[in-house]
């Protein structure tokens, strides 16, 4: 079992920055493949950014791409989503998930991931 802590969230206006932070335990870190969602009221789930177990690959949706950067440190067993030029449609809920390393897989899928944080609130101002 894995458990998933987020934090970082908060409000800022229109072109600021946040940093998210997730917190894992309860499995060796660097086995983990790892991806950040959101979910804005009223719509579905999203895929934002993924990082694979190494950090050697990433991945980007085409709406945060460039603004947005996911990172790893897998001494510390949390992974980053730093969040900059932030526009209102960036409000959402984001959520850390994780799943184990060693399989192709879509890291832009949600089904793919098998374990999920508790999410934590984002809200960018105009």
């Known amino acids: 079992q894995v458990q998933l802590v987020e934090s970082g969230g908060g409000l800022v206006q229109a072109g600021g920055s946040l940093r998210l932070s997730c917190a894992a335990s309860g499995r060796t870190f660097s086995s983990l493949a790892m991806g950040w969602f959101r979910q804005a009221p009223g719509k579905e789930r999203e895929f934002v950014a993924a990082?694979?177990?190494?950090?050697?690959?990433?991945y980007y949706a085409d709406s945060v791409k460039v603004r947005f950067t996911i990172s790893r440190d897998n001494a510390k067993n949390t992974v980053y989503l730093q969040m900059n030029i932030l526009k209102p449609e960036d409000t959402a809920v984001y959520y850390c998930a994780a799943r184990p390393s060693g399989s192709v897989y879509f890291p832009e899928a949600a089904y793919e991931y098998d374990y999920w944080g508790q999410g934590t609130q984002v809200t960018v101002a105009s």
């Open positions: 990082i694979t177990w190494s950090g050697g690959n990433t």
